[in-house]
């Protein structure tokens, strides 16, 4: 099943096994879902941190984060994520010969700026980064922060402004901060921030995968009605 047309056709469908009230959810949170930022996070090593970024892109309406996998595997915490792993897109990169470089050129070609998080460097701070154009925010280690490739792939660096005596945010933290920011920003002065119609119909497939009991059952029942 690869049409926009048979997707749209299996979201009908699928519709009718979640309640109307469900519906009108999905529709809400849709509305206000975006694609002009993504967040990546490089080898996240604490499982706790990873979930809380993911939960914290789910409340700002950011669709999409991708997490390296080159020296540390990524791991959910559902007492966290509370959830929110199911209705944010999760990409992970772990097998390329270098990960990183491999995510953020091809996040370059598909038209993104590659913004690079670091308290070591003095570009602009969060408040002043420009958002006319579609971003990705980058994250790297809690102990080390961002690698030397995200150094040299980064188009641009971003702090946040810090006034005591420690050096930096924890990930999570620096991550929720970043996006309150730009998301605010971004709602009022980006037109057409929202996923594309495209993107709409794959995530509203996924929310509905997600959210209906034994959905592959049910999906597998109609694709063998429908021959697809």
Partial sequence: MESIEEKQKLITYLTEF?????????????ANRMNHLQIVVEDVHQAHNASAVIRSCDCFGVQYVHFIESKNKMEVNSNIALGAEGWVTIEMHSDQENNTI??????????????A??????????????????????FGTEKDGISQDVMNEADEFVKIPMYGFTESFNISVSAALCMNELTTRIRKQVPNYQLTEIEKIDVYLEWLKNSIDKSEAIIQKYLEKNSY
Wanted: proline share 6%; with cysteine.
């Fill in 102 to 115: 491999a995510c953020l050129k091809n996040l370059k070609q598909q038209g993104f700026r590659i913004v």
């Fill in 117 to 138: 998080t670091s308290p070591h460097k003095n570009d602009c701070t969060i408040d002043q980064l420009p958002i006319d154009k579609k971003l990705v925010l980058v």
């Fill in 18 to 30: 979640i309640t109307p009230k469900r519906k009108v959810r999905f529709d809400e949170v849709m």
